[in-house]
């Protein structure tokens, strides 16, 4: 999750939780235009088949060396690259990420590659969405439009809180001068939202969920149609509340009728390094259901450094705002539980000693499961 400075000292306020109305709960849409574009398996070589099938709450990774680093262009200087978010498509990993720099705070960078080991040394594009703030991307294809999507944060100073949700897309996700410029998500801001943050859509069979967090350990959810996407979104809801903090990522357990969202906490705090952060893990029965803790206490956690083995030196302290590899690439977020992979952002305490927010060096790695 990337933060404007203008909003690192909001105070948070009590959000009004509305009951679900009865029109709320009518889901009936026909579904046409469907059509997905040719897909490829999003499993690399190198992962490792969990032969244990859906999660059961234990998970154990192995960590290699960063796969991306901050790059300075001959006229900034960057200072990380973070809250990813990622497809395989035509053959090609896609990968959208926040770069923080000295010239412009918050921007979202795009590469392509086709191997992992070819990350960090490809031609990087910074997308020419706004002149301002823009950051922590998702990016999906949405089959009913036969577009590509990229929800991400802007700031909008008319606006309380400033921080909207907006979205752009393209026909062309391997062009990074084809999105078009960012549309807010909603029209008005929902008289119960006073600060939201981490905007993520994933989609069932007749509607689109928004979920996002608010910094106090809740994590909120908004709804449309599927026929009014990427509009008419529904007053939050409160999905979940718990020891969690943001970037809630959420997604679709193939082989089952199962839904898995990952969330961002906060461990202790030691003088001098601020708090580390690591992932829990909760699963449901449906996107408007209740969320059930799967790995979702610091003892037990679905990524941090009690349940990582590191492979060479220990680049790490946090595992932070990350995407589980996805099966596909389609609004449904399919990912396979045998084939677990997670992108993240990380850096070690020592790193973040005496730094600001901004200039903290994240770098993005990958954990795989342990054989």
Excluded at 57 to 63: A, D
Excluded at 267 to 286: H, I, L, M, Q, V
Aim: hydrophobic share 35%; with cysteine.
């Amino acid at each position: 999750m990337t933060k404007p400075g203008s909003l690192l000292c909001i105070t948070l306020v009590i959000f009004e939780l509305p009951a679900l109305s009865a029109a709320q709960r009518q889901h009936r849409l026909d579904r046409v235009g469907n059509e997905l574009p040719t897909l490829q398996p999003a499993a690399t070589q190198s992962s490792q088949d969990n032969p244990k099938g859906p999660p059961a709450g234990e998970f154990s990774w192995v960590l290699d060396g960063p796969v991306l680093t901050p790059f300075s262009p001959p006229d900034d200087e960057r200072f990380s690259v973070k809250d990813p978010t990622i497809v395989r498509f035509a053959d090609n990993w896609h990968l959208f990420y926040t770069v923080r720099s000295k010239k412009q705070s918050h921007q979202i960078e795009y590469i392509t590659f086709e191997r992992w080991e070819d990350a960090d040394t490809v031609e990087r594009h910074v997308l020419n969405l706004s002149d301002g703030y823009y950051c922590a991307p998702q990016v999906f294809y949405f089959s009913p439009h036969k577009h590509w999507y990229l929800i991400y944060q802007v700031i909008d100073p008319s606006r309380k809180p400033a921080l909207q949700p907006a979205y752009s897309r393209t026909t062309d996700i391997a062009d990074p001068r084809s999105w078009t410029k960012p549309v807010m998500l909603f029209t008005e801001n929902p008289d119960n939202v006073k600060m939201w943050i981490d905007f993520w859509v994933i989609c069932d069979d007749t509607r689109a969920h928004l979920f996002f967090t608010s910094l106090n350990g809740r994590m909120w959810r908004s709804e449309t149609e599927l026929a009014d996407f990427p509009h008419s979104w529904s007053k939050p809801l409160l999905a979940l509340t718990g020891d969690i903090f943001e970037a809630s990522h959420t997604y679709s357990l193939k082989g089952s009728d199962k839904y898995l969202t990952i969330i961002e906490a906060q461990g202790r705090s030691r003088e001098g390094f601020g708090r580390p952060r690591y992932y829990k893990a909760y699963t449901t029965d449906s996107l408007d259901g209740i969320w059930r803790p799967l790995a979702a206490t610091a003892k037990k956690p679905f990524a941090s450094p009690v349940n990582v083995t590191y492979k060479g030196e220990r680049w790490t302290d946090s595992f932070s705002h990350g995407e589980l590899i996805r099966s596909g690439c389609d609004q449904t977020l399919d990912v396979d539980p045998k084939r677990f992979e997670f992108l993240f952002q990380g850096v070690t305490d020592e790193n973040k000693r005496g730094r600001k927010y901004g200039e903290i060096p994240w770098q993005l790695g990958i954990l795989r499961p342990a054989p």
